[in-house]
């Protein structure tokens, strides 16, 4: 019997690699001849570089960078075989790195994003993968942009500093010192927001609240938005902001997109990566998983690829999650998952379930494995 084990990270309790040893684990104890191929799955958000590094034999490399009040930080990219790289921009500017009452959108830039881009190409990639999400930037990708070698510029030809406050005031952006390094490489954006750059459902509207954006102050980072898009796409010579994406991450979406870069849906681009199609030929089963399933779930994430893979592949799938709603557990037997399974054996606090969530998850998968053998008939 082939298992293929995929699961997201369970947020605040396991990573996706210890989520899939934690299957593997309960899967053997229910059938100790099984074999079992542990694939750690992401979608682009957190944990994607853990799970692709994990899943490609690379390794994480430590970045001294800048968070978006540009205090000194400490970032990561993954760097495995192949020329390939992974970064996740949270890593360098996530609201995870600045306190509620510390948050100013309109001086924050996503300039550490850049230090970033260059630990990967100073590790030689080829192809980098960037997970978009989680920034606590709202400035369209100028930090990175001057990070990288641009230039932002006034009517008189003076610099403009990156930060949203001041970009009203850009006529101009000069691409012509960007690192050149950044033409050999494709870079591809793992991301499931599909927002543009500008309007009411664009970077600002939508995001720039999460972020302390006041209503006064999204309608200035909105008009600072615009008045950078104008200038960087006369630059790139490419329109961006309506391109789907765009307004992810703040609007770096529209700053990598001017650069070349591709945006895919975060969860293909990771199974992509990490070859989940492949594993899937002659599987006998699939179990997937993340911390919580609910109406997120359903728009992309870690469950729902590997699910659409499974159907494709015919092969039956199993989700197991430490929470679960029903209206989303319904959802997923409704695209084909054969069951949706709470590791948790009942009610328990928080806590709780999050310390425990490693013997749950194997413990649930042995149950799981030990009811799928009884329901194949005796002696299977």
Same mark, same amino acid.
């Not at 100790?32 to 590094?53: R, S």
């Not at 490489?185 to 009411?200: F, I, K, N």
């Not at 970077?203 to 200038?231: I, M, N, W, Y």
């Given at each position: 019997?082939?298992?293929?084990?995929?699961?997201?990270?369970?947020?605040?309790?396991?990573?996706?690699?210890?989520?899939?040893?934690?299957?593997?684990?309960?899967?053997?104890?229910?059938?100790?001849?099984?074999?079992?191929?542990?694939?750690?799955?992401?979608?682009?958000?957190?944990?994607?570089?853990?799970?692709?590094?994990?899943?490609?034999?690379?390794?994480?490399?430590?970045?001294?960078?800048?968070?978006?009040?540009?205090?000194?930080?400490?970032?990561?990219?993954?760097?495995?075989?192949?020329?390939?790289?992974?970064?996740?921009?949270?890593?360098?500017?996530?609201?995870?790195?600045?306190?509620?009452?510390?948050?100013?959108?309109?001086?924050?830039?996503?300039?550490?994003?850049?230090? @970033?881009?260059?630990?990967?190409?100073?590790?030689?990639?080829?192809?980098?993968?960037?997970?978009? +999400?989680?920034?606590?930037?709202?400035?369209?990708?100028?930090?990175?942009?001057?990070?990288?070698?641009?230039?932002?510029?006034?009517?008189?030809?003076?610099?403009?500093?990156?930060?949203?406050?001041? *970009?009203?005031?850009?006529?101009?952006?000069?691409?012509?010192?960007?690192?050149?390094?950044?033409?050999?490489?494709?870079?591809?954006?793992?991301?499931?927001?599909?927002?543009?750059?500008?309007?009411?459902?664009?970077?600002?509207?939508?995001?720039?609240?999460?972020? +302390?954006?006041?209503?006064?102050?999204?309608?200035?980072?909105?008009?600072?938005?615009?008045?950078?898009?104008?200038? *960087?796409?006369?630059?790139?010579?490419?329109?961006?902001?309506?391109?789907?994406?765009?307004?992810?991450?703040?609007?770096?979406?529209?700053?990598?997109?001017?650069?070349?870069?591709?945006?895919?849906?975060?969860?293909?681009?990771?199974?992509?990566?990490?070859? @989940?199609?492949?594993? @899937?030929?002659?599987?006998?089963?699939?179990?997937?998983?993340?911390?919580?399933?609910?109406?997120?779930?359903?728009?992309?994430?870690?469950?729902?690829?590997?699910?659409?893979?499974?159907?494709?592949?015919?092969?039956?799938?199993?989700?197991?999650?430490?929470?679960?709603?029903?209206?989303?557990?319904?959802?997923?037997?409704?695209?084909?998952?054969?069951?949706?399974?709470?590791?948790?054996?009942?009610?328990?606090?928080?806590?709780?379930?999050?310390?425990?969530?490693?013997?749950?998850?194997?413990?649930?998968?042995?149950?799981?494995?030990?009811?799928?053998?009884?329901?194949?008939?005796?002696?299977?």
């Amino acid at each position: 019997m082939k298992v293929v084990l995929a699961p997201d990270s369970f947020k605040e309790s396991l990573t996706a690699a210890r989520a899939a040893s934690a299957m593997a684990r309960g899967v053997r104890r229910a059938v100790p001849d099984a074999t079992c191929v542990e694939v750690p799955m992401a979608d682009g958000g957190e944990g994607t570089t853990e799970a692709l590094v994990a899943a490609l034999g690379g390794r994480i490399v430590a970045v001294p960078t800048l968070d978006p009040l540009g205090r000194a930080v400490t970032g990561a990219v993954g760097v495995a075989p192949g020329g390939v790289a992974v970064l996740e921009v949270a890593s360098a500017v996530g609201l995870g790195l600045v306190r509620p009452d510390e948050r100013d959108v309109l001086t924050g830039t996503s300039r550490g994003v850049a230090d @970033l881009v260059r630990a990967a190409l100073d590790a030689g990639a080829r192809r980098l993968l960037v997970g978009l +999400g989680g920034s606590a930037t709202n400035d369209g990708g100028a930090g990175l942009l001057v990070g990288l070698g641009a230039r932002l510029l006034d009517a008189g030809g003076r610099h403009v500093d990156p930060s949203p406050g001041a *970009l009203g005031g850009v006529a101009a952006v000069d691409l012509t010192g960007l690192d050149r390094r950044l033409r050999d490489v494709r870079v591809e954006l793992a991301c499931d927001v599909t927002s543009p750059l500008l309007g009411p459902s664009g970077a600002s509207a939508v995001f720039g609240p999460q972020k +302390g954006a006041s209503p006064q102050q999204v309608e200035e980072l909105e008009r600072a938005l615009a008045t950078l898009a104008d200038a *960087l796409e006369q630059a790139a010579g490419r329109r961006v902001r309506d391109v789907p994406g765009a307004g992810a991450a703040g609007g770096l979406g529209a700053a990598f997109l001017a650069l070349g870069a591709h945006r895919r849906s975060g969860v293909e681009l990771v199974a992509d990566a990490v070859g @989940l199609r492949g594993h @899937l030929r002659d599987a006998d089963l699939v179990l997937t998983g993340e911390g919580s399933v609910d109406a997120q779930t359903l728009a992309g994430k870690v469950p729902v690829g590997v699910a659409d893979a499974a159907g494709d592949a015919d092969v039956p799938v199993v989700v197991l999650a430490g929470r679960v709603e029903a209206a989303a557990a319904e959802a997923l037997l409704a695209r084909g998952v054969a069951a949706v399974v709470p590791i948790s054996s009942g009610p328990v606090p928080v806590a709780r379930a999050l310390r425990e969530a490693e013997p749950d998850l194997e413990r649930a998968t042995a149950t799981t494995l030990r009811l799928l053998r009884l329901g194949a008939g005796p002696g299977r």
